[in-house]
């Protein structure tokens, strides 16, 4: 059975100070969630060990937004799985469109960062999809497929979340029509060894258009940038009808 998994991804956002403030004011929001919703905040590193703190025992999961293939090393400025787990994260972000795009993040990377989150008990998010250049020259699927191909070589399937975030709808504004997020993301479905991968939707998701994403056959969660920023906001995607 398919896992629903509401995750938000606050980027560079928020000092240790504000990510505080907003568990004051999101944790009483969760209180009518139904139970069977997986709800993860994936934050910046120096707010990972006081969220860890502040998040015990409740039934929010921690994540982290990336994390190095080694164990340790002179990796400057990288993190490893070990000091992840550490502090009690359990899910991380790999493959990130913004970390594909301004830092050299490539499909190699990607596959053996989601290796190393796994061999350490973590759930990777590996996230996947196409340009606007792409979807208008009709190579959405094509782009997708070669993606995962990479991506998930040797990976366990039984420990996955994938996110389709078509990078034109990113922090756009321009949301990819449900019914189509709903057809691409069947189709990666289709490409899996074990279907009951839960797969997310991410690409300017808000409280004015979650029911009618949530309500599509094939999407089994959303990856959530601005709007998982403020308590009032985020609290209502949890909430969705």
Known sequence: MRKIILAGNWKMYKT???????????????ENTPTEREVVL????????????????????????????????????????????????????IGHSER?????????????RILAAQKHGL????????????RDAGETESHIFSQLKQDLVGVDQSNLVIAYEPIWAIG????CASEEANRVIGLIRSKLINSDVPIQY????????????????????????????????????????
């Open 123 to 134: 759930t990777p998010i590996l996230c996947v999809g196409e340009t606007k250049q792409q």
């Open 202 to 241: 991410g690409g300017s998701v808000k409280p004015e258009n979650i029911d009618e994403i949530m309500a599509q056959s094939e999407i089994d969660g959303v990856l959530v940038g601005g709007a998982s920023l403020t308590p009032k906001s985020w609290s209502r995607i949890v909430n969705y009808q």
């Open 42 to 93: 994936c934050v910046p590193f120096t707010n990972l060990s006081v969220m860890a703190a502040n998040l015990q025992g409740t039934r929010v999961k921690l994540g982290a937004q990336n994390v190095h293939w080694e164990n340790e090393g002179a990796y400057t400025g990288e993190i490893s799985a070990p000091m992840l787990t550490e502090i009690g994260v359990n899910y991380v972000v």
């Open 172 to 175: 756009t504004g321009d949301t």
């Open 100 to 112: 594909r795009q301004y830092f050299g993040e490539t499909d190699e990377t990607v596959n053996r």
């Open 16 to 30: 240790q100070a504000e990510s505080l403030e907003f568990v004051d004011g999101f944790m009483p929001e969760l």
